[in-house]
């Protein structure tokens, strides 16, 4: 697994893409978008348009281990870290964006200027919809608030990176920190 150090975190390179917990159990996939309307236990699916593997919270949470062994589901604590390092959610995503792939007017895409390398790869809604394939990247934190867990994402043509919640049926990406 590539890496790379931000600060005195060291972060993936890429979001993650496994098919079985560190335990070695399937995590369910789940393609159809009613059953995943439905789901209250740990899913992924996989998303047809750019192949971004999506995980719901429940797998996030789930004590089989989503990241491999000397990784964990970086909290919001830590996501928060990484974006001080940019110099705060005002132009945090402009620094953490890939200068390619990311769609729509506006500036900027990204510089990707320390190799965290956010790619737009949309996310799933909690009714099953896979939607802004092109303009957003959402992420998990590990770190729950309610009946819902914090996020972060970012849109094309904007420097901001924001922070917030999404219901546990939500479909994010997941990038991972070392342990």
């Known amino acids: ?6 600060g005195s975190q060291v972060w993936t390179r890429k979001n993650l893409r496994v098919f079985k917990f ?19 236990e740990a899913a ?8 971004e593997c999506y995980y719901n919270w429940h797998a996030v949470a ?15 604590m830590e996501w928060y870290t ?3 390092v940019y110099d ?22 990204g510089f990707n200027v320390k190799g965290f390398d956010a790619i737009p790869s949309g ?3 909690h009714n ?21 867990a914090f996020c972060y994402y970012m849109f094309s043509g904007v420097s901001i990176a924001h922070r917030d919640s999404g219901t546990f049926r939500n479909g994010f990406s997941v990038r991972l920190i070392k342990d």
Request: net charge positive; proline share 8%; aromatic share 10%.
């Open 88 to 109: 705060g959610f005002d132009v945090a995503a402009k620094l953490l964006k890939s200068p390619k792939k990311w769609d729509g007017a506006g500036v900027p895409k």
């Open 44 to 51: 992924m699916c996989i998303n047809p348009y750019n192949g």
């Open 1 to 6: 697994m590539k890496t790379i150090q931000i």
């Open 123 to 125: 996310y799933r809604t």
């Open 22 to 40: 560190r335990n070695g159990d399937p995590i369910p996939i789940i393609q159809d978008s009613d059953e995943w309307a439905l789901s209250q």
């Open 128 to 148: 099953g919809d896979i939607i802004t394939r092109e303009y957003s990247g959402f992420w998990w934190t590990s770190t729950p608030c309610g009946s819902e």
């Open 82 to 84: 990484l974006i001080k």
């Open 62 to 76: 789930d004590k089989r281990g989503l990241a491999p062994k000397g990784f964990h589901v970086p909290s919001d």
